[in-house]
């Protein structure tokens, strides 16, 4: 018979590095994420979202970071901070590590939104003047 592994042998955990201090993500649990993502399913089909159906900004935080996030705030870790580990911790857990990596280093620190990524030319786009379609060649 097989001996279960420790878990941290089968996953390694998220760790995200917050001025100078590592922070440990917990998983989430997959109650919770189904939760949120029963309430972004609704969001983005445009469908009506009950109150009790929504996940305010500090419930989201809570389901992403779980016991981190009382050691950020305890820590004086900037709201901004918090909410770009909340969302590297959500795009870990349901689109994996490799995309939560891009998602946290490509965030510009000093800037107020995250760094553009390079989305590939098109034969067809807008003139930033008039708004209007234009064709490369």
Same mark, same amino acid.
């Given at each position: 018979? #097989?001996?279960? %592994?420790?878990?941290? $042998?089968?996953?390694? !955990?998220?760790?995200?590095?917050? %001025?100078?201090? $590592?922070? *440990?993500? !917990?998983?989430?649990?997959?109650? %919770?994420?189904?939760?949120?993502?029963?309430?972004?399913?609704?969001?983005?089909?445009?469908?009506?979202? *009950?109150?009790?159906?929504?996940?305010? $900004?500090?419930?989201?935080?809570?389901?992403?970071?779980?016991?981190?996030?009382?050691?950020?705030?305890?820590?004086?870790?900037?709201?901004?901070?918090?909410?770009?580990?909340? +969302?590297?911790?959500?795009?870990?857990? @349901?689109?994996?590590?490799?995309?939560?990596?891009?998602?946290? +280093?490509? %965030? $510009?620190?000093?800037?107020?939104?995250?760094? !553009? @990524?390079?989305?590939?030319?098109?034969?067809?786009? !807008?003139?930033?003047? #008039?708004?209007?379609? #234009?064709?490369?060649?």
């Amino acid at each position: 018979m #097989t001996a279960f %592994r420790d878990f941290y $042998d089968l996953v390694e !955990p998220l760790v995200l590095p917050i %001025r100078g201090k $590592d922070y *440990e993500i !917990p998983p989430a649990s997959a109650s %919770r994420v189904l939760r949120y993502r029963n309430f972004m399913g609704k969001v983005e089909a445009g469908q009506p979202v *009950e109150p009790h159906e929504r996940v305010l $900004d500090e419930e989201y935080f809570e389901i992403f970071l779980g016991s981190a996030l009382v050691q950020m705030r305890e820590d004086g870790i900037h709201p901004g901070a918090i909410e770009h580990a909340a +969302n590297t911790a959500m795009i870990d857990t @349901i689109g994996g590590r490799e995309a939560a990596e891009i998602a946290w +280093n490509s %965030r $510009d620190p000093k800037a107020a939104i995250p760094v !553009p @990524i390079q989305v590939p030319e098109t034969a067809s786009t !807008p003139s930033p003047s #008039t708004d209007e379609a #234009t064709t490369t060649s």
